[in-house]
């Protein structure tokens, strides 16, 4: 069974290839970022900024 992996941001620097890698193993990657970049395949994308999340995660649960 896939484990659900929060990665915030996800579109550059090292971020994009922590999700990248955990993708390519199957698990479920999702990533939260401004969504102002292109976006990898395969993952679910959050659009929030990391500054002012609100209730936006509110409810979601992901692997420890």
Do not use: C, P, W
């Amino acid at each position: 069974m896939a484990r659900r992996i929060l990665v915030t941001g996800g579109t550059v620097f090292v971020s994009k290839y922590i999700a990248r890698y955990f993708a390519d193993l199957g698990e479920h990657v999702v990533v939260l970022n401004r969504n102002t970049k292109e976006q990898l395949e395969g993952v679910t994308v959050i659009e929030a900024d990391r500054h002012a999340l609100g209730n936006v995660l509110s409810g979601q649960h992901f692997a420890r």
